[in-house]
């Protein structure tokens, strides 16, 4: 019994009681046991995905291979053109494609419509990009020589993507990768596989009204076995995988191995610094939104508030009022602010980095706990916590992907909360909140935040898609979505031509015969 429109929602996606999870484009295939996706807001089986063999990965690899020879002849800026028809269905279908989000992956509604409107953004920002791929010229030393660089299309990219951004993150991917002339192979996570489903048959239609080939836009589902497939398959020189550091560190050495390239987005351990001339007010709704949107299950979430020692107090009573507001129940319900952990594993983890927090001396604030009773049968949702903590705790340095804040005290200058800031293994988001120049400046300069991404006066989540976005450290170093991120898609070529009537060679070498 589906409520919120989910039934109509599914409807309009065109899912199934059971999918098959192999696709090529409109042809759909699968041999492979059966994943079956439930819902954390409810527990109910919401469908079943049939998983892909080595059979049916290798029909797939070789499709993409033979529509790649395709698909790189056609003109840039046609590319673009389906990018952009591929972008007006997803605004067609952001309603059912946001409530599928919501509902198989537990994120409030008002973020499942967020991160199609993301999928539809990057869509914009690749039609414009598909008239500008440049490269440069340069002067040659040679006389009458020209030189130049040019990108040309990559190949066959293999995209593996974490439960949390289950739509997103494909489209960051493949908009771009589509423009620069590349077809994708996508393999989901297991815990979002309809997502996946949904997703492809959208592409897929749409690839087919433009008599494109099969194969620019595939999908595969399965666990890290059927990631494995594409990590280790040498006819696929990029990799962009999203989710753990875990995870990253595998995917590194597998790609690595055969010299293939990796785009790793991997796991953050993010904070705000607070400083004495922060505004407290804007300082509070985003700690908050940062630390309990998506339940802390942002790979940018906040999970460290740095507050300087003379604030410390009113920040902190302030915080624990606003936790005592949150309203946590179904996502799909629009009055509730929170929605449930994506799976009990994850409940467990929550749980135990609470008792870890305490047994190595920190202080629970605002205690949290699992839910139980009317409404919370899928045992998924939990109350987000506040722990008084030190930067040196085990648990403080490992990204807990659940709503766990921890509260660090710093003293004197702002360089001291840089330093704890940057004291941690992960580098992906940071942010700083003051109205004092130096304070800003600092932060932001060379000795800074060591993070890809440092944001004054706003928090550390909900990045737009026009920058760059990504992390250094173990976050794995990775770019995607805006600015020049594309350039990661393609392969990049110098050329220089001789039009005069010798072979004058560089560096004034002489080679006489
Ligand atoms: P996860 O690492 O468990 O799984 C991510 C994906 O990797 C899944 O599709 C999984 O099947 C696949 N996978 C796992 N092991 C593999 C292997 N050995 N070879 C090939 N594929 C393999 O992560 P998750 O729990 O789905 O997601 C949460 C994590 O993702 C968090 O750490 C979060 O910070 C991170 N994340 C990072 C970003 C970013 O942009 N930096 C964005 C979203 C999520």
């Not at 198989?104 to 039609?127: H, N, P, R």
């Not at 940071?430 to 004092?436: G, L």
Request: hydrophobic letters at 40%; proline letters at 4%.
């Amino acid at each position: 019994a589906l409520d919120f429109g989910m039934e109509q929602a599914l409807k309009m996606l065109g899912i199934e009681e059971l999918n098959p999870g192999s696709s090529t484009g409109n042809s759909w295939f699968a041999n492979g046991e059966i994943l079956q996706s439930f819902s954390p807001v409810d527990n109910s089986l919401i469908g079943k995905v049939q998983t892909t063999t080595k059979a049916d990965y290798d029909k797939v690899l070789s499709t993409a291979t033979e529509a790649f020879k395709i698909w790189r002849k056609v003109s840039a800026p046609k590319r673009g053109e389906i990018v952009r028809q591929f972008g007006q269905r997803l605004r067609e279908l952001k309603e059912p494609l946001g409530k599928l989000v919501s509902y198989e992956m537990g994120k409030s509604y008002q973020e499942g419509l967020g991160e199609v409107q993301e999928m539809i953004d990057i869509c914009d920002f690749a039609v414009g990009l598909s008239r500008q791929l440049h490269g440069l010229t340069m002067h040659s030393e040679r006389p009458e020589h020209r030189m130049y660089e040019q990108y040309h299309p990559l190949g066959v990219v293999g995209i593996i993507s974490a439960f949390n951004f289950p739509v997103a993150v494909w489209s960051w991917n493949t908009a771009l990768a589509w423009v620069c002339g590349d077809v994708c192979v996508w393999k989901p996570s297991e815990k979002a596989p309809l997502c996946g489903v949904a997703c492809q048959k959208i592409a897929a239609e749409v690839f087919q009204a433009n008599g494109m080939p099969e194969g620019i836009s595939c999908l595969i589902n399965g666990d890290y076995r059927v990631g494995e497939y594409l990590t280790h398959d040498t006819r696929i020189p990029l990799i962009s995988a999203t989710g753990s550091i875990r995870m990253g560190k595998i995917v590194a050495q597998a790609v690595g191995a055969r010299l293939g390239k990796t785009l790793l987005e991997l796991g953050g351990n993010n904070a705000i610094i607070v400083t004495p001339d922060a505004d407290i007010k804007m300082t509070i709704i985003g700690a908050v939104f940062g630390a309990v949107g998506t339940c802390g299950q942002r790979c940018t979430s906040t999970r460290r508030l740095i507050i300087h020692e003379s604030i410390y107090d009113q920040v902190k009573d302030a915080l624990v009022a606003a936790y005592n507001q949150l309203k946590i129940g179904n996502p799909l319900d629009e009055n509730n602010h929170v929605g449930p952990l994506i799976d009990t594993d994850a409940v467990a983890m929550y749980k135990n980095a609470l008792e870890k927090v305490v047994a190595e001396g920190g202080k629970l604030l605002v205690p949290g706990g699992v839910l139980e009773g009317e409404g919370f049968e899928s045992g998924c949702y939990v109350k987000p916590a506040i722990a008084e903590a030190e930067n040196h705790f085990e648990i403080v340095q490992d990204e807990t992907f659940a709503p766990i804040l921890y509260l660090l005290k710093y003293k004197g200058d702002v360089e001291n909360a840089i330093a704890i800031q940057n004291g941690v293994r992960q580098g992906l988001s940071s942010a700083i909140m003051t109205n004092n120049l130096r304070e800003a400046e600092t932060f932001l300069s060379a000795g800074g935040s060591d993070c890809g991404i440092a944001n004054v006066n706003i928090g550390t989540s909900g990045a737009e898609i026009g920058g760059a976005f990504g992390g250094e450290k173990e976050t794995g170093g990775g770019r995607e979505s805006g600015s020049d991120a594309w350039k990661i898609y393609m392969r990049r070529q110098t050329n220089t031509i001789n039009y005069s009537t010798g072979l004058p060679l560089a560096q004034g070498i002489k080679f006489d015969l």
